[in-house]
């Protein structure tokens, strides 16, 4: 069984996000970049399907500029087996995403695509049903928990009720949840590995789909900086403020 990853280039999670006033989109320059969290899970999960014997091949493809290489090699210093990198340095929206990796997964004929359920530089959360929709797979988002056997796919996944277990024929997408796996730590022996693994570029304009933005950015703003708390003497104080001040109470 052949497995495609697809992982997005993103600012570190550790890094507190600015805004450029003069392009008004987040800055940046000089900030440090990575493999998005979710995508990160869904490596973890690829490979230790892999290491159950339940894998042969594991893929990874990424999207964007030539500096995503470097999200490629970390992903292959999991474990990976090879990379792709659709070399562009257009913003692309995530319908725009889900075609290109329909491109791809039609010359690679994977049986399973493993995805983060969103990238948190935008927390679109589309690709993968819209990537579901395009190829015509079954699909099992929010993915906490994942077995694969006999050509299906058990998947549970948290709904608002509680938990839900889906029974999916493969080929399938499934997008994962952070409680799916905690993702390993990559190995400076693995790091070195990976270099020298298959890492193929191919320019996105050589597969023939349109790029263009159906959408336009207005604006990109910080959320409100919080005021600072304050102590009252008594409990009457306190709810005098949350009767009044705060109207939380009646």
């Given at each position: 069984?052949?497995?495609?990853?697809?992982?997005?280039?993103?600012?570190?999670?550790?890094?507190?996000?600015?805004?450029?006033k003069?392009?008004?989109?987040?800055?940046?320059?000089?900030?440090?970049?990575?493999?998005?969290?979710?995508?990160?899970?869904?490596?973890?999960?690829?490979?230790?399907?892999?290491?159950?014997?339940?894998?042969?091949?594991?893929?990874?493809?990424?999207?964007?500029?030539?500096?995503?290489?470097?999200?490629?090699?970390?992903?292959?210093?999991?474990?990976a087996?090879?990379?792709?990198?659709?070399?562009?340095?257009?913003?692309?929206?995530?319908?725009?995403?889900?075609?290109?990796?329909?491109?791809?997964s039609?010359?690679?004929?994977?049986?399973?695509i493993?995805?983060?359920?969103?990238?948190?530089?935008?927390?679109?959360?589309?690709?993968?049903?819209?990537?579901?929709?395009?190829?015509?797979?079954?699909?099992?988002?929010?993915a906490?928990?994942?077995?694969?056997?006999?050509?299906?796919?058990?998947?549970?996944?948290?709904?608002?009720?509680?938990?839900?277990?889906?029974e999916?024929?493969?080929?399938?997408?499934?997008?994962?949840?952070?409680r799916?796996?905690?993702?390993?730590?990559?190995?400076?022996?693995?790091?070195?590995?990976?270099?020298?693994?298959?890492?193929?570029?191919?320019?996105?304009?050589?597969?023939?789909?349109?790029?263009?933005?159906?959408?336009?950015?207005?604006?990109?703003?910080?959320?409100?900086?919080?005021?600072?708390?304050?102590?009252?003497?008594?409990?009457?104080?306190?709810?005098?403020?949350?009767?009044?001040?705060?109207?939380?109470?009646?």
């Open positions: 069984m052949k497995i495609l990853v697809p992982v997005k280039r993103v600012v570190d999670y550790n890094v507190k996000i600015r805004v450029d003069e392009t008004n989109a987040v800055d940046l320059n000089n900030v440090k970049m990575s493999i998005n969290p979710f995508d990160e899970i869904a490596v973890e999960e690829a490979i230790r399907m892999k290491e159950g014997g339940k894998c042969d091949e594991i893929v990874v493809v990424s999207l964007g500029p030539e500096q995503s290489k470097e999200t490629i090699r970390n992903a292959l210093a999991m474990g087996d090879r990379g792709i990198l659709v070399k562009t340095d257009e913003l692309v929206e995530p319908l725009n995403v889900a075609k290109i990796i329909k491109a791809v039609e010359e690679e004929n994977p049986d399973l493993i995805l983060g359920k969103q990238a948190i530089d935008d927390d679109s959360n589309q690709t993968g049903q819209m990537l579901a929709a395009l190829l015509g797979w079954s699909q099992g988002t929010f906490s928990e994942l077995k694969i056997s006999d050509g299906k796919a058990n998947v549970v996944r948290e709904i608002d009720g509680g938990l839900q277990t889906l999916i024929t493969l080929p399938s997408i499934i997008t994962t949840d952070l799916l796996n905690e993702p390993r730590y990559a190995s400076l022996p693995n790091i070195m590995k990976a270099k020298k693994k298959e890492l193929n570029v191919i320019p996105a304009a050589d597969l023939g789909i349109d790029l263009g933005s159906r959408t336009e950015l207005l604006s990109v703003e910080l959320p409100p900086s919080r005021e600072a708390g304050i102590m009252v003497e008594t409990v009457d104080d306190l709810v005098d403020k949350l009767k009044n001040e705060a109207k939380v109470i009646q």
